[in-house]
């Protein structure tokens, strides 16, 4: 069964980092790209960040680059998102994802909140 379980949230004031993490299990994690999202209130998922099954090659949305990495570690079975700079804008429930061909997975969702 897969699951994506993602950790790291909290409250941070402007300009602060958090590092969110992202535990997968169920599947053989070094074989799929990852990517993280993000949700507010009344709005869709904006994707912010994906990597390959490498990890050598990474995107991310405008709204997040020079400030956010993502990053993975296929020994842990983790993939992670640094975010430094972090703007009030930034608050959202963030969620890891994992596509396959024809299905994809969620996890629970972390909260960031930004505020000072």
């Known amino acids: 069964q897969v699951q994506l379980v993602e950790s790291g949230g909290g409250l941070v004031q402007p300009g602060g980092s958090l590092r969110l993490s992202c535990a997968g299990s169920?599947?053989?994690?070094?074989?799929?790209?990852m990517s993280w999202h993000r949700q507010v209130p009344g709005k869709g998922r904006e994707m912010v960040a994906a990597?390959?099954?490498?990890?050598?090659?990474?995107n991310y949305a405008d709204s997040v680059k020079g400030r956010f990495t993502i990053s993975r570690d296929n020994a842990k079975n983790t993939v992670y998102l640094q975010m430094n700079g972090l703007k009030p804008e930034d608050a959202a429930v963030y969620y890891c994802?994992?596509?396959?061909?024809?299905?994809?997975?969620w996890g629970q969702g972390t909260q960031v909140t930004v505020s000072s």
């Open positions: 169920g599947y053989a994690f070094s074989r799929y790209g």
């Open positions: 994802n994992l596509r396959f061909t024809t299905s994809e997975y």
């Open positions: 990597i390959t099954i490498d990890g050598r090659t990474t």
